[in-house]
């Protein structure tokens, strides 16, 4: 826990990381999953909707994070004093806190999913944070288009047991292959986990193309010239993404090495406008919802989880129904009507953290990992 920011923090880091945290509670928690806006759910298989940017912004920003607070550290490469024990001990809370959410509330070992959203992120850091340390730039580029190809080659030529090689759909894929023989009984689904152990690597790719954004950023001297670079560094990437859909679709659920183009730019895109208007222009109060949400996004991703396990499973008494359907379908929908209230149930959550982290805001109480 930190009572105060650190000096040079980059705001608008701080508030594109609210915006996507603020957008992962919206679209986690639905009032209905029966009634849900289309950009607000995943896309089925092939293709990508809003929502499928979500996750790996986060990964992206880990990596722009990274590069602001390992920066010295990389001067230490093969010295004792590089912090491992501090790294791993990031991944191993990160990584168990993610395993506490998949337990709860069924606190249930058999069946537990050990892949996940957390687990990513512990892993994503973790294989960031060593090819940051030991690698300059123009490594990290070589690692990023070396994950990218490999995957790729991966996917394309490696044979699944009945179905052949080069099986991209849901049944057959060599990334459900791999989980269910190492993982099986702890996954998602059955056959398959979108967060499966061999799509971790492409998306470790997407943290350190955030890494080489935060390197951009601190190397320029002025603030225009990080905007510009963002932009352009990010439509090349996105158009790239684009161009390779045709022969490597992109799909969130298999990480594929088009989608971390188009993610990744995507990310760079959404970056450089919050640096552009709070960093360069100064533009910051309307930001204060998200900077609230970024300044404390750990405290905010698990408690709105538990929370959300907590209004899905207690019961109503007399009704039937849990608190969250009760809440749903006797208040919000009746006077709402469907879809907007089922998206008005997300929206009220995401003011209730706002209004439970707003105080920790104003006293300069971030809780970190």
């Not at 950009?39 to 293709?47: D, E, F, K, V």
């Not at 069924?106 to 992120?121: A, E, T």
Request: with cysteine; glycine share 12%; aromatic share 14%.
């Amino acid at each position: 826990m930190s009572k105060e920011l650190e000096s040079g923090r980059l705001v608008s880091l701080d508030i594109f990381r609210g915006l996507t945290m603020a957008a992962m509670i919206l679209v986690n928690n639905p009032g209905s999953w029966k009634h849900v806006y289309a950009p607000l759910r995943h896309a089925r298989w092939h293709g990508w909707t809003p929502t499928d940017l979500i996750f790996p912004f986060f990964l992206f920003i880990v990596g722009v994070s990274l590069s602001f607070s390992l920066t010295q550290r990389r001067k230490w490469r093969g010295s004792r004093q590089i912090p491992w024990g501090k790294i791993l001990r990031r991944t191993v809370i990160l990584f168990g806190l993610g395993l506490l959410l998949a337990w709860i509330p069924k606190f249930d070992l058999s069946g537990l999913r050990i892949p996940g959203v957390l687990q990513r992120i512990a892993l994503c850091y973790l294989i960031a944070s060593v090819v940051f340390l030991k690698t300059d730039w123009k490594g990290r580029t070589a690692w990023v288009i070396a994950l990218g190809v490999v995957y790729w080659l991966l996917l394309k030529l490696v044979p699944v047991p009945g179905y052949g090689a080069s099986v991209l759909e849901p049944e057959g894929n060599l990334c459900g292959y791999i989980d269910v023989k190492l993982l099986g009984g702890h996954l998602y689904k059955p056959g398959f986990d979108p967060e499966g152990l061999l799509s971790t690597l492409p998306a470790a790719a997407t943290t350190l193309l955030g890494s080489l954004s935060g390197d951009w950023l601190r190397s320029v001297r002025r603030k225009a010239a990080g905007f510009i670079g963002l932009v352009l560094g990010g439509a090349v990437l996105t158009a790239g993404g684009l161009y390779l859909h045709p022969y490597l679709p992109i799909n969130k659920q298999l990480w594929t090495s088009s989608y971390v183009l188009f993610s990744g730019g995507a990310a760079m895109l959404a970056l450089g406008v919050c640096y552009f208007t709070a960093d360069i222009l100064g533009w910051k109060k309307w930001s204060y919802p998200f900077r609230v949400f970024g300044t404390n996004a750990i405290t905010a991703y698990v408690g709105s989880g538990l929370m959300a396990r907590l209004l899905f499973n207690l019961q109503v008494s007399g009704t039937g129904q849990t608190l969250k359907d009760y809440i749903t379908s006797r208040w919000l929908i009746p006077w709402a009507g469907p879809l907007n209230g089922s998206l008005l149930f997300g929206l009220i959550l995401i003011l209730v953290w706002l209004l439970l982290l707003a105080p920790l805001y104003h006293k300069r109480i971030f809780f970190k990992i």
